[in-house]
C-alpha cells in the first residue's frame, strides 16, 4: 500500500494543493460600482452644499423695498463730504 493511502485511512484529511484566491469578474463589477455611487454621492453632496449657500445668500441680501441706485455716468455722482472740510 502507498503512504498516502495509509494515512487517509488513518483519519488525515487528503493533502490539497495550495489554494488561489479566485474572486472572478462579479467581484471587479460589485468593487466598481461601489467606488462610482460612493464618488456620484460626494459630489451630489457638494452640490447640494453649493445650492443652499447659494439660497442663503440670495435669501440673505434679498430686500424688496431696498433698491440701490447706480449712477449712468461719473456725473451723476456726487462728491463725499468730508469731516471737518470747509468750502
Given at each position: ?16 494543493a495550495p489554494r ?68
Amino acid at each position: 500500500m502507498r503512504a498516502a493511502t495509509v494515512l487517509r485511512r488513518a483519519g488525515a484529511p487528503p493533502r490539497q494543493a495550495p489554494r488561489t484566491l479566485d474572486l472572478g469578474v462579479g467581484t471587479v463589477t460589485h468593487t466598481t460600482l461601489q467606488m462610482g455611487l460612493a464618488v456620484a454621492g460626494i459630489l451630489a453632496a457638494v452640490g447640494l452644499l453649493a445650492l443652499l449657500a447659494g439660497l442663503g445668500m440670495v435669501w440673505a441680501t434679498w430686500r424688496a423695498d431696498e433698491w440701490v441706485h447706480i449712477p449712468q455716468s461719473v456725473d451723476d455722482r456726487k462728491e463725499p463730504e468730508l469731516a471737518g472740510a470747509t468750502t
